[in-house]
């Protein structure tokens, strides 16, 4: 479940409520959601970025595959996302295509393994603590619902925690 490509996203950020999560790192690598650009999207995405040509993969995803695939991880949308006060992904929206464009690779990836976990009295909801072989994120401990969807996830140890300069 932890390295499965649409959930390991929620695990590269620390957050108590949905809205704390870092959607860049969530979709950076395209959760599985993801299709290739149109040549119309490519070109916007240069013009935009002024670039003359593009250097790593190119990622779309359609809005309502985001907010389908926000409302099935942390049941909300992402306007409700942002309405609540999360960051919002602006730059990398295109209103002409409604869909979100990235330039991006495979960075971010990183393998967890699970260490233990623990199952709530009903069996409905999974605490589950992993380790991973990234410095920016050592040890963390993520709770689920068994149906897929996120409740929280606490970094525990790594440079995620350490403050920016």
């Avoid at 390991?8 to 395209?30: C, H, Q």
Wanted: aromatic share 16%; hydrophobic share 35%; with cysteine.
């Amino acid at each position: 479940m932890l390295q499965d490509r649409s959930n390991y996203g929620f695990l590269l950020s620390n957050w108590d409520d949905p809205t704390e999560i870092n959607l860049f790192e969530v979709f950076y690598n395209g959760a599985t959601i993801y299709r290739v650009g149109t040549e119309a999207e490519i070109e916007a995405f240069l013009a935009r970025n002024q670039q003359d040509a593009l250097y790593t993969d190119f990622w779309v995803i359609d809005k309502t595959a985001m907010n389908n695939f926000l409302l099935e991880k942390v049941g909300l949308t992402y306007d409700a996302y942002v309405m609540k006060g999360g960051k919002s992904m602006d730059d990398d929206y295109y209103a002409e295509f409604d869909s979100f464009c990235w330039e991006a690779g495979d960075t971010n990836y990183c393998m967890f393994v699970c260490t233990d976990g623990v199952e709530n009295e009903e069996g409905t909801i999974v605490t589950l603590r992993y380790e991973a072989t990234y410095s920016w994120i050592q040890k963390g401990e993520v709770q689920m619902h068994k149906d897929g969807r996120f409740i929280y996830n606490h970094v525990l140890k790594g440079e995620i925690l350490e403050p920016s300069e």
